[in-house]
């Protein structure tokens, strides 16, 4: 066997090997990692003295008792990883900070020995290498595989970041989860854990409105550090400054002693939420924290930090995505706060305005990070945390100095100098090197308790100056102005009598940089694809729309459901962007529309024609993969992945070509590879709906059985096993079938069952936040772009105690437990002569589609027509272009 840390000069597919630390949350793991066969191979024990004791005893375990008391979690001693090469996106550099045990190594110091991975599923290892040399082979063994490779603060990526944050293509959470990975920051240490501001300031109001995102009040100030958002603290902290001893401990002057984020300030956050649970009791020498001194509640942590100067903790990214931190879901023993009226702690007070629901809270938080106030001022905050107001006058003015060992550079220096005077080689093993010894343990143990300053990213303000991008107001999405702006009805020359019409519709993208709407719509009873196009020119009138038909496969049930198609898009290859790159949007390239239903049990692929006068299908792939009929399709947001369901109860997971969509044996194209990537079990009867969410690795599948399925992309492991029903089901009784399934972009879940006719909206947890019954069949839904809203379509909408028998589109708040209706949506009347009573003559709608940007969404109508809704006020160009003068041009 080769020894460790050599690979012998050998080039990829011969065994390599070095010995490594795999960092992680719940402690440090030593041992050997091999590269061979196209993997990685990582075995290794815990060796961290900062995390769990591996020799605990009975008074130890007590505690664990006295804290949960239903079942221990068993504490993990080994460490066992396969890592395939082809499932790692990026390799990047990070820097990792020594333990008091490796200061035994004389010829250790702080260098960047250590590598995180990232996979495709989105899980990321570190690793911490015993040398410079083996990082160095590791590192290039990777890059030799084309695995993109990202150094510390890589000006290329921060660019490249910069550019899509201000082109709007990168939200402000993506921006600054960017900015903490390529300075290193990392969810594997909790000594670099990534930071995030706090950004309100009001916490005591009764409610949120539209209005409230746009009042500066609503706010903090992000030019300075929370601990100094007072006029009256910044005083205190510059006259602490000025008064600082420099004499006292030889340190320099300082404005806080701990920092943004560190070890225990992660642990403070997510205490309810197990490993950290028990991490948080192991630094407590084996209990909790005493209650009083837990995190109890977001608005007494706030006004803390206008009482208390030395407090300038920031937020960690949990909070603006995982409600589970804010709730007791574990039943911990938090224990009781002290006073003469003690209260038990649970779940963490909220804001009033949340409305006692942690989802509500972490909904409304997201958006006010999100939200256009904060993209104006976020540069300030940038400055403070990664860019040149970390240090200097700038530093001082901003109240913004910390101890001068939580810099990289000085931590670097400090470390050096102690070891050199240790290692003074002059023999004498004396009080002064036990001295220095000491003073080097207390330094490492500092900043790994009480945090460090993050790599600084931005040299000059220039860097992070406001942009006039950001003076570019985004017409936010408004679900009060929300209202139909145009029908649109296909001229058919066709004779088919048949009133269930279009069954499929689909919003599509021409390009990066154009707003205006394409869509293709499936006309299955006469076998038509239709593809609707809109441009200008130079802000003219525009080009005729054009629609072509192609006939679809013959096997098509007479009424097929809008779960048989799917559209899918992907960029050229020249111009795909990285699996990882931030904000990437899609490029005009080509598109193509599934379908199944076919009795041959395939799958077919038609490639929709480029040019817009084409009026033809352009290839035609089949796959094959299923023993019965595919009964539903869905493709991923990327483009990158399709998951079919069929009637033989299995899912099956399809990935696209990667090299781009080429020419296979002169008959076309390969659109997808022609053998299935996985096939998914775990349903007793068909599969009736599917829905994908790559970029958090989730499928759900919905059957006839009742049940939902959730499960990993990448790895098709089974999640949760959703179970809908408006009363517990009985052992023994009939679960309703799930008609369909959609899925938001943060993971929350719709189901909708016709027996009995139900709505039930699970968090990605599975929890249920909400469920209603309704009084009509709905036929699709969908989310809005960043799942604030769910709108579903249907017939016959019930007011009150009057029935209306009309084609509605209702919108609802997925956060709301009665799932209470918000706005209606109706088909406009009386468009024109020919369109005059329309309205009343709908039957109903077959599909939904919104765009990525919510504006605008398309319907289609059982009767035939594409109904296109969205904001007046924010759609000048649309309204301009699908006027009058937009001719619809049929095609036999």
């Not at 007072?230 to 030889?250: I, K, S, T, V, W």
């Not at 001022?377 to 530093?395: D, I, M, S, T």
């Not at 096939?679 to 829905?691: E, S």
């Not at 990525?852 to 649309?878: E, H, Q, W």
């Amino acid at each position: 066997a080769m020894r460790p840390g050599s690979c012998g000069g050998q080039v990829w597919g011969s065994e390599c090997s070095w010995w490594v630390r795999l960092v992680t949350v719940a402690g440090l793991f030593a041992g050997r990692l091999d590269a061979a066969d196209g993997r990685l191979h990582f075995s290794g024990e815990i060796i961290d003295e900062r995390g769990f004791d591996t020799t605990m005893g009975p008074a130890r375990m007590d505690s664990f008792w006295d804290v949960r008391p239903s079942t221990v979690v068993p504490l993990t001693e080994q460490q066992h990883v396969v890592i395939p090469i082809a499932t790692i996106v990026e390799l990047h550099e990070r820097r990792f900070v020594p333990t008091p045990a490796d200061l035994e190594h004389k010829e250790w110091n702080i260098q960047t020995e250590a590598g995180e991975v990232f996979l495709k599923g989105g899980r990321a290892y570190f690793f911490h290498f015993d040398s410079k040399q083996d990082w160095e082979q590791f590192r290039e063994l990777l890059r030799a595989q084309h695995v993109v490779y990202v150094a510390r603060g890589d000006e290329a990526q921060l660019r490249q970041a910069q550019l899509a944050w201000r082109d709007r293509r990168m939200s402000n959470f993506e921006y600054i989860m960017r900015l903490n990975t390529l300075a290193g920051r990392t969810y594997n240490d909790l000594a670099q854990y990534p930071i995030f501001p706090w950004v309100l300031r009001d916490y005591t109001s009764e409610n949120v409105t539209s209005k409230s995102f746009e009042d500066p009040n609503f706010y903090r100030d992000l030019e300075y550090p929370v601990g100094a958002q007072d006029p009256a603290n910044r005083r205190r902290l510059h006259n602490r400054y000025a008064d600082f001893d420099e004499g006292m401990n030889d340190e320099p002057p300082f404005h806080f002693g701990q920092h943004y984020s560190s070890r225990p300030i992660v642990l403070y956050y997510l205490v309810r939420l197990p490993p950290f649970t028990y991490l948080a009791m192991d630094m407590q020498g084996g209990r909790l924290d005493i209650a009083d001194r837990l995190f109890r509640s977001i608005p007494e942590t706030w006004a803390s930090f206008q009482k208390v100067t030395g407090d300038v903790r920031e937020l960690i990214p949990e909070m603006f995505y995982l409600p589970s931190c804010l709730l007791n879901i574990n039943h911990f023993n938090l224990g009781k706060t002290q006073g003469p009226m003690p209260m038990e702690v649970q779940d963490v007070e909220l804001p009033r305005w949340a409305k006692g629901s942690a989802h509500r809270f972490i909904q409304i938080h997201r958006q006010a990070l999100d939200s256009d106030h904060v993209r104006w001022n976020l540069h300030k905050w940038v400055e403070l945390v990664f860019g040149p107001r970390q240090r200097g006058q700038a530093a001082i003015d901003s109240c913004n100095v910390f101890r001068s060992i939580s810099y990289e550079s000085e931590l670097a220096e400090r470390v050096l100098q102690l070891k050199r005077l240790e290692g003074r080689g002059d023999g004498r093993e004396n009080q002064d090197a036990r001295e220095i010894r000491m003073q080097l343990v207390s330094v490492v143990k500092s900043v790994r308790e009480f945090g460090q300053t993050p790599m600084q990213l931005f040299k000059t303000r220039e860097d992070q100056k406001e942009a006039k991008f950001l003076k570019r107001r985004r017409c936010n999405f408004n679900l009060k102005d929300l209202s139909p702006i145009r029908v649109l009805q296909p001229e058919l020359r066709s004779n088919h009598n048949n009133s269930e019409s279009l069954s499929y519709v689909s919003l599509i993208t021409r390009s990066a940089d154009d707003s205006l709407p394409e869509f293709v719509a499936v006309d299955a009873p006469r076998g038509c694809i239709h593809r609707v196009c809109f441009s200008t020119d130079k802000g003219v009138l525009p080009v005729p729309s054009t629609i072509w038909t192609a006939p679809l496969a013959p096997a098509c049930p007479p009424i097929p459901s809008s779960r048989f198609f799917a559209v899918l898009e992907q960029a050229p290859p020249a111009r795909q962007a990285g699996p990882r790159e931030a904000g990437g949007s899609k490029a005009a390239g080509l598109k193509a529309i599934l379908s199944g239903g076919n009795y041959d049990h395939s799958l077919v692929v038609n490639v929709l024609p480029r040019a817009s006068g084409q009026l033809r299908v352009e290839h035609t792939q089949r796959v094959f993969g299923h023993r019965s009929m595919v009964t539903c399709v869905a493709v991923d947001e990327t483009g990158s992945w399709v998951v079919t369901g069929s009637a033989d109860t299995t899912c099956v997971l399809w990935r696209v070509s990667r090299g781009g969509w080429l020419p296979w044996a002169g008959r076309g194209v390969r659109v997808l590879e022609p053998t299935p990537h996985k096939v998914l079990h775990g349903h007793d009867l068909q599969v009736t709906t599917v829905a994908i969410r790559s970029s958090i690795d989730m499928i759900v599948s919905g059957s006839g059985d009742g049940t939902a399925i959730t499960r990993s992309l990448h790895s098709g492991a089974i999640i949760r096993v959703l179970t809908p029903g408006l009363v517990p089901a009985r052992r023994g009784s009939v679960l309703p079938e799930v008609e369909w399934v959609c899925v938001s972009v943060t993971g929350a879940v719709c189901l909708y069952t016709a027996k009995p006719r139900a709505l039930y909206v699970y968090c990605i947890n599975g929890m249920l936040l909400g469920c209603c019954e309704v009084s009509c069949d709905l036929s699709d839904g969908a989310f809005s772009s960043g799942g604030d809203y769910l709108f579903v379509g249907g017939e016959n909408q019930k007011i009150g105690e009057k029935e209306k028998n009309q084609t509605f589109i209702a919108a609802r708040n997925p956060l709301d437990k009665r799932l209470a209706v918000e706005k209606w949506l109706s088909p406009p009347r009386g468009e024109s002569r020919n369109q005059r009573g329309a309205a009343s003559q709908e039957k109903r709608v077959t599909s939904l589609s919104l765009s990525d940007d919510d504006r605008p969404f398309a319907a289609a109508m059982s009767s035939g027509k594409v109904v296109l809704y969205g904001d007046p006020n924010c759609m000048t160009n649309i309204l301009r272009t699908v006027g009058a003068q937009a001719y619809l041009f049929g095609a036999d």
